[in-house]
């Protein structure tokens, strides 16, 4: 069933170096390619998911199945093990010796002094992380 008052719009794009530019200018109609890929590079997603979408798309579009029809991923064993060691990990963070500092701290035994002490060290490593 079609709806006579809606239409399809899409942002025009300009497309330079596998990247995408977004022109900020709607066009009527659907667009020909989908920048899934792109756009998830502009959130912030981490390079090696992004080169990850790009084989599995590559595979998609060459139309690579494995013989009961489902998509082939692109990957020997060792690269697919190591893929999904980086895919559980990718939004965990690691572990943070300054918070862990901070969650040893016990501030009602601490003398004003000590304590001003103690942030200053950790500012300091927080810096010298940061390098």
Request: charged share 30%; proline share 5%; glycine share 6%.
């Amino acid at each position: 069933m079609t709806k006579p008052r809606v239409k399809n719009f899409h942002v025009a794009v300009k497309e330079w170096n596998d990247r995408v530019i977004f022109l900020r200018k709607l066009v009527e109609g659907g667009t020909s390619r989908s920048y899934g890929i792109q756009v998830a590079r502009l959130a912030g997603i981490p390079e090696g998911v992004i080169e990850r979408a790009k084989e599995v798309l590559s595979n998609l579009e060459q139309g690579e199945f494995t013989e009961g029809g489902v998509p082939k991923l692109a990957l020997s064993r060792k690269k697919k093990l190591a893929w999904e060691a980086r895919q559980r990990t990718l939004f965990q963070s690691a572990p943070d010796p300054i918070r862990r500092a901070l969650r040893e701290i016990d501030p009602n035994r601490l003398t004003p002094l000590d304590a001003l002490n103690l942030l200053s060290e950790l500012k300091n490593r927080l810096a010298s992380e940061n390098e």
